[in-house]
């Protein structure tokens, strides 16, 4: 069983749709990581967690320790919005990847 | 703004040959991580440094592997004989306060092995 599971692992909506991508994970951790790679390749890290919610222009990030579980959230979606989207928790100095949410926001 | 830089961008290798990695973190940055992501496949941790030394490694990891901070400020991978599975994109990260802080990548350093 994967440690870190992101759902879905594909979506394709409208320009200006919400969107929301769900992370869980089954391990002890002191972080969570959401991250954007786009199609070059280059990553960057979007937020990091410990508790509650965070909000950054159109995207908001949530986590619920004791459900193990977070989710990113995008509002007023846009093109350019599209990437892969991963979610990564961090324990003992190391990072477990998710396998990643690749979005496509239409015009 | 501060970056990590990596070099270089696209290496091509053959099997068996030595590779060396540099990624220059930000200068404040304490914590070091190398990354690696196969082609398709998900993003894996390789190793991450502190304190010149090796904090944490994964099974990937293994004695063909090796990083070193030689002057302070470059942080560096080497492969000693590649592999084919060795092809990937490697990633270089740094952060100022090691697992609560915020991840800064390189552009990463495309990989082929022949």
């Known amino acids: 069983k994967n440690e870190v599971e992101q759902s879905p692992q594909n979506l394709t909506a409208q320009e200006g749709e919400f969107i929301t991508i769900n992370c869980s994970y089954s391990?002890?951790?002191?972080?969570l990581h959401w991250l954007q790679q786009h199609p070059g390749g280059g990553i960057v890290s979007l937020f990091m967690?410990?508790?509650?919610?965070k909000k950054h222009g159109r995207l908001i990030a949530t986590i619920n320790i004791q459900e193990k579980h977070s989710s990113l959230h995008i509002t007023a979606s846009h093109p350019r919005d599209s990437a892969v989207y991963i979610c990564?928790?961090?324990?003992?100095?190391?990072?477990?990847w998710g396998a990643g949410t690749k979005l496509i926001i239409k015009p | 703004e501060p970056e990590v830089t990596q070099t270089p961008s696209h290496q091509v290798t053959q099997m068996g040959q030595e590779v060396i990695l540099r990624c220059v973190p930000i200068?404040?940055?304490?914590?070091f991580y190398w990354y690696r992501q196969i082609l398709g496949q998900k993003v894996e941790f390789l190793v991450s440094?502190?304190?010149?030394?090796?904090?944490?490694k994964s099974e990937i990891f293994d004695d063909q592997f090796s990083v070193e901070r030689p002057d302070g400020s470059n942080f560096t991978l080497k492969i000693r004989s590649t592999k084919l599975e060795d092809s990937a994109m490697y990633f270089c990260?740094?952060?100022?306060?090691?697992?609560?802080?915020?991840?800064?990548f390189g552009e990463g350093s495309r990989l082929t092995v022949l």
């Open positions: 967690l410990s508790s509650g919610k």
């Open positions: 990564a928790v961090g324990s003992n100095y190391q990072l477990i």
């Open positions: 440094f502190y304190n010149n030394e090796i904090s944490e």
């Open positions: 990260a740094s952060c100022r306060t090691g697992n609560t802080g915020e991840l800064f």
């Open positions: 391990v002890g951790i002191s972080a």
């Open positions: 200068s404040n940055h304490l914590y």
